[in-house]
């Protein structure tokens, strides 16, 4: 039987038009941030605030009680999500510039399509998301071992590997919040999710001994803003128009945000952090927004 194309509601375009634009910031609003706050309080705190805000919201409109079955899966969720992905660009992003963090994460589709397959047992994929893939990983491969903007150092090197796992932990958790026991509230399930991840990046924090490194006088009103943008755009915002897409349209459609955050971040890191964009850099660009459309364009919509 031939697939129909699946339409959706304006609300759904909104949505999705809101990450890709928020989230496509948030990347240089992460760098400010960490300038005097270690990354993982920078995320916990940003994430908690978020969080308490958005939970105390649903409740009171009207969103019942969660079980603990939806606790735990909000918080297997989140620590792909938040803890692994998010926390991990945040540290990351101490080595490596936006603009290539947001290259590196925008890989998302490429790993979705791989365990759609490999994992869910969907379609073997066909040409166009195999030669995505392999447009994608030259992608890759290009920023992580160029000279100049990546791979200068080893450190930067490990940075950029790093951010190709906090892709690949994004990729699990969006699709295991597919099918999880969630509450039917959408607002509710992100309020928890935040929560769980947030508790969890401060453990993390704690772990990595940021309690000593962060002095609340030194932070500065450049950092302290990007912290406070980044806390009611990019997560009460952003964060909570991504988890109502994936539960509204496919993963598919949710991860096509890849298109347009790597550019808005590049050109934000360009314009505003005098970050360098290098022709290594504009070729990976090249290779990984094309990678991400011919696997979206291969990835169909769902039969009816």
Do not use: D
């Amino acid at each position: 039987m031939k697939s129909q194309k699946k339409t959706y509601p304006l609300s759904v375009w909104m949505a999705l038009g809101s990450v890709y634009v928020v989230w496509g910031s948030t990347y240089l609003g992460i760098r400010f941030a960490i300038e005097t706050i270690p990354p993982f309080f920078m995320a916990g705190t940003r994430f908690i605030t978020a969080g308490l805000l958005l939970y105390v919201f649903s409740r009171l409109t009207g969103a019942s009680r969660p079980t603990w079955v939806h606790w735990k899966s909000t918080a297997h969720i989140s620590f792909f999500l938040l803890v692994v992905a998010n926390g991990g660009v945040s540290w990351a992003e101490q080595r490596v510039s936006s603009g290539v963090t947001a290259l590196l994460v925008g890989t998302v589709p490429l790993w979705i399509a791989l365990l759609q397959w490999v994992w869910k047992g969907g379609e073997r994929p066909g040409w166009k998301i195999w030669v995505g893939i392999g447009l994608g990983l030259s992608g890759i491969v290009l920023l992580v071992f160029s000279k100049g903007e990546v791979g200068a150092s080893p450190v930067e090197t490990w940075g950029s590997l790093l951010l190709v796992g906090t892709s690949l932990a994004w990729a699990y958790g969006s699709l295991y919040a597919r099918t999880a026991a969630l509450p039917s509230s959408a607002l509710l399930a992100t309020a928890m999710e935040m929560l769980t991840g947030g508790v969890m990046q401060m453990g993390v924090g704690f772990l990595l001994g940021e309690e000593s490194q962060f002095h609340f006088s030194n932070i500065t009103l450049h950092s302290g803003g990007a912290w406070v943008y980044l806390t009611l755009i990019g997560s009460l915002v952003g964060f909570t128009s991504y988890i109502w897409v994936l539960q509204k349209a496919t993963p598919a459609l949710a991860s096509t945000y890849a298109f347009v955050n790597p550019v808005i971040a590049v050109f934000l890191g360009w314009l505003l952090a005098g970050e360098s964009v290098t022709p290594p850099v504009c070729l990976a660009a090249g290779l990984i927004v094309g990678a991400v459309v011919l696997i979206t364009m291969g990835s169909g919509t769902p039969k009816k």
